[in-house]
């Protein structure tokens, strides 16, 4: 009678601990949809770096709620330039890269070249997201400052794809 009642208790305990292991694996709410990054759901920075030289390292930080995904390269603008900054292709990463809140994305800047023509020293920079086309842009400006004193930046200047680390993007 004794050995009958263990089994029941130890039957009873493993059907409540199945129970609430069930429970703790099924989802509260799902998951947040990803968006596309955009100025206002990002903190764009731009730093100037040692090496490579004559780059500028532009990073992008979701502040938004939402995991968020930073389409192809960004378009840059200096100053009230007439084009925007050359992209350079051959700097496409793997994958999409997707931003939780709280992470960054990044590209590099080449600002200069011995073989750029009409160079001038540029004071401000408007950076805009793409959109999964890639042929044309979601939101507004971002404003980041440059270093002080202004960038020179000439004719050859180009941009990169967002990379999932700095190091990749400097890579160009």
């Not at 429970?23 to 990054?37: E, I």
């Not at 004559?54 to 603008?77: D, I, V, W």
């Amino acid at each position: 009678m004794q050995l009958r009642s263990r089994a029941a208790a130890a039957v009873a305990t493993l059907t409540a601990a199945l129970a609430l292991t069930a429970l703790g694996t099924a989802p509260a709410t799902a998951a947040a949809k990803p968006v596309t990054c955009t100025a206002a759901t990002t903190k764009v920075t731009v730093a100037k770096v040692n090496r490579p030289i004559n780059h500028l390292l532009l990073t992008a930080t979701n502040t938004g709620t939402k995991p968020c995904y930073a389409y192809n390269a960004p378009y840059l603008r200096f100053d009230d330039a007439q084009a925007a900054t050359s992209v350079l292709r051959d700097s496409v990463p793997q994958a999409v890269v997707t931003l939780e809140p709280g992470q960054s994305a990044y590209a590099a800047i080449g600002t200069s070249s011995p073989e750029g023509a009409h160079g001038y020293q540029a004071h401000e920079l408007g950076v805009l997201f793409a959109n999964r086309a890639m042929d044309g842009s979601v939101g507004g400006f971002a404003r980041p400052k440059l270093p002080a004193g202004g960038v020179y930046v000439d004719s050859s200047a180009f941009v990169t794809y967002w990379q999932s680390n700095p190091a990749d993007a400097l890579e160009w």
